[in-house]
């Protein structure tokens, strides 16, 4: 009985953590509406984007607790060859990802829209890029530091991932678009 307790405690935090997340993504998004709009193709990107960084981190973090569980690594960082593997399928996976949705963007806007504009592919990329820095980190440790302190990271990680994605993504976008105005 007690750990059914607490594990409906631990995924009603963790929920109530992904909706105060989206919301904040969502303002976010709202108050800088005006520079979104400016860019062809960021509305088409935006929907793709957002969902990939939840998916590739809660992928990571399930694999890492697998392992975990498993006792095929331990949570640490320094000589990790499980967690070094994960990482680089992590990265190249989300470089790929974001690539392919600023050629998506850029296509359906070139073909439907009749704008041509490139700088759709570069802002994936970089956004891509600046959330990696943060996401995969953050995934790693907070994985390593539940499983360390007797959770389950695969009740907590998905709902706490898909907010910090969202709020990661929208971050990195917006700052592509105010530190790379020529794009």
């Not at 070094?84 to 790929?96: D, G, P, Q, R």
């Not at 070139?110 to 820095?133: D, P, V």
């Amino acid at each position: 009985m007690e750990s059914g307790r607490k594990q409906f405690e631990e995924e009603v935090f963790v929920e109530i953590i992904s909706a105060t997340g989206g919301i904040f993504a969502g303002s976010m998004l709202a108050l800088s509406i005006g520079k979104i709009e400016l860019l062809p193709g960021l509305l088409i990107l935006l929907p793709g984007f957002l969902e990939m960084r939840g998916n590739i981190s809660g992928s990571l973090s399930a694999r890492l607790s697998a392992a975990l569980f498993l006792k095929y690594t331990k949570p640490k960082i320094k000589n990790n060859f499980v967690l070094k593997e994960n990482v680089i399928s992590a990265v190249a996976l989300a470089l790929i990802v974001s690539f392919f949705l600023g050629a998506v963007a850029f296509l359906i806007s070139y073909y439907i829209f009749g704008i041509y504009s490139l700088s759709i592919i570069y802002i994936a990329m970089i956004a891509g890029i600046i959330s990696n820095l943060i996401e995969i980190p953050v995934t790693v440790l907070t994985t390593f530091w539940l499983f360390r302190h007797g959770h389950d990271p695969n009740n907590v990680m998905g709902p706490y991932l898909t907010a910090l994605g969202d709020i990661v993504s929208v971050a990195s976008i917006l700052a592509v678009i105010v530190l790379f105005p020529m794009l």
